[in-house]
């Protein structure tokens, strides 16, 4: 067997002849010895053929092909010119890099390639020593393209990713928990600071954000005078609430405080305001976003949960591929693997669990409105995905069969088919688009004509079939004649 190597580099395409093939493959730890000595790894490999490329745009476009798996015309004509073919092929293996390339060029030049084997160690060497290899090709110059093909490569793969847009809504979900969670963690460190200062507080303003703000403005409680509620009843919003605070103030138990803790405390209090207003902007902004990028899933589920679940599967179109059966345990993959390992029950719910639907549904009815919501989520996902004008037409109507659902689990009451709440969802679309919906009658009457042509031709066939109908009788009259004679 001869083992032929093709290699990718940046700046061109080089084919290598294995010198010792059989010695190659059974001793593969000797190969990776001799991979760092220059002068052991020549013997094993001969240089056939290099083809540089044109220019950094030929580079890129060989880059595209060699990662999609097609054969272009200067990968095509060196293999040609140096890899042997037709009945010397029998004996021939291509080495390759990829499976995905070796496929196309088996397919297209009848060349057997292999990518396992002594193949990867033999590339390593290449890729090590290859300024050295080729003639003319220094290692500032080796590093130089491979630097500006990835830049350029990169760049185009970002600009030309179909994802770039799920990429702002996973981002931002991301953000959104984390902020949760700071708020919260921040909220609870100024109740205890602020708690040894004016510790009935507490139980009279509830909310994290209410409380900041509430202790960033009173500051110390011996100078919280009547003057001052007005401005307080605007934050608390609660006539009773601002009394009670009042009151509470006059006969606190706390302990006294400096005016420096007071000013650290306010200052703490007044970041904690600003990142509660942040994650509200944050969650607006989260809110346009899904919008646009899925407007069906964002009706039916919600803008959190829906960023959740397309940030778990890593785009929309990743999304819309998975079943509804995986959707329903998307984001419980710890349980469902406990669960199969354990031989217990699987989950019923993932991230769905958040849904306002599961909690309005009874605990004998959680895993059936978990699996119809799941249904639901991956049908406005696909539509999302794959339509050319995405709207909220669809996400609506899908929830008010979810709804519908959850009425039937409960009264009995039979919800309404599928095919004839997308049929009203698709005349609403059409409406809405309102360009495409007048140009469509338009076409119409043309598609009648045509039928009516069709129609009058198929009228006036039987007229042309009834001589030929006359011509076939006869001569089987002639046929029965002439069996009487001969029966005579």
Same mark, same amino acid.
């Given at each position: ?59 890129l476009e ?10 272009t ?37 009848q060349?057997?390639?292999q ?32 630097l ?127 990142l509660?207003e942040?994650?509200?902007e ?41 079943p ?28 769905i ?33 794959f339509s ?8 609506e ?6 709804e ?27 409406q809405? $688009?309102?360009? #495409?919906?007048? !140009?469509?009658?338009?076409?119409? %009457? =043309? *598609?009648? @004509? &045509?039928? /009516?042509? +069709? ?7 039987? $007229?042309?079939? #009834?001589?030929? !109908?006359?011509?076939?009788?006869? %001569? =089987? *009259?002639? @046929? &029965?004649? /002439?069996? +009487?004679?001969?029966?005579?």
């Amino acid at each position: 067997m001869v083992l032929y190597v093709l290699y990718e580099h940046a700046t061109g395409y080089a084919v290598f002849k294995s010198i010792a093939a059989e010695d190659i493959g059974s001793q593969t730890d000797e190969v990776q010895q001799s991979m760092i000595d220059l002068g052991k790894f020549g013997k094993t490999l001969k240089l056939l053929s290099f083809s540089p490329f044109k220019s950094g745009a030929n580079a890129l476009e060989n880059a595209n092909s060699v990662s999609e798996g097609i054969v272009t015309d200067e990968l095509r004509t060196l293999l040609e010119a140096n890899v042997p073919r037709g009945k010397k092929s029998t004996k021939v293996v291509l080495g390759v890099g990829d499976h995905k390339i070796g496929s196309a060029i088996q397919e297209a030049l009848q060349i057997s390639c292999q990518a396992v084997g002594v193949v990867p160690e033999l590339l390593r060497g290449i890729r090590l020593h290859f300024p050295k290899l080729v003639s003319g090709l220094s290692s500032v110059a080796a590093v130089k393209a491979q630097l500006g093909l990835g830049h350029a490569y990169s760049r185009a793969k970002v600009k030309f990713n179909v994802h770039r847009v799920d990429n702002m809504i996973i981002q931002t979900i991301a953000l959104v928990d984390q902020l949760d969670k700071d708020i919260n963690t921040f909220s609870m460190r100024i109740r205890e600071w602020y708690s040894y200062h004016f510790p009935e507080l507490v139980k009279i303003i509830t909310d994290n954000y209410m409380y900041a703000r509430v202790a960033g403005y009173i500051k110390s409680r011996k100078d919280l005078s009547e003057e001052r509620l007005e401005g307080l009843e605007e934050i608390v919003m609660d006539t009773a609430k601002v009394k009670a605070i009042h009151d509470a103030s006059r006969s606190s138990m706390g302990m006294d405080i400096s005016p420096i803790d007071l000013i650290n405390i306010e200052r703490f209090a007044v970041r904690v305001t600003r990142l509660a207003e942040y994650r509200k902007e944050l969650f607006e902004y989260l809110h346009k976003k899904m919008v646009t990028v899925a407007p069906s899933v964002a009706a039916l589920i919600g803008d959190i949960v829906g960023a959740r679940l397309i940030s778990h599967a890593g785009s929309l179109t990743n999304l819309a591929k998975y079943p509804a059966s995986t959707v329903q345990i998307l984001g419980a993959e710890k349980a469902l693997f406990r669960a199969l390992k354990t031989k217990g029950n699987t989950p019923k719910y993932g991230l769905i669990y958040h849904s306002s639907f599961i909690g309005k549904a009874g605990a004998k009815n959680k895993g059936r409105i978990s699996r119809y919501l799941a249904n639901k989520c991956s049908i406005a996902a696909r539509i999302d995905c794959f339509s050319d004008v995405p709207s909220e037409v669809f996400g609506e109507k899908l929830r008010d069969q979810v709804e519908e659902r959850l009425s039937f689990y409960e009264t009995g009451q039979a919800p309404r088919r599928n095919v004839d709440v997308m049929k009203e969802a698709m005349e609403e679309m059409t409406q809405a $688009v309102g360009t #495409e919906a007048a !140009e469509t009658p338009k076409k119409t %009457p =043309k *598609k009648n @004509k &045509k039928k /009516k042509r +069709k129609h009058s031709e198929t009228e006036e066939e039987p $007229v042309e079939e #009834e001589p030929q !109908e006359e011509e076939t009788t006869t %001569p =089987k *009259k002639k @046929k &029965k004649k /002439k069996k +009487k004679k001969t029966d005579e």
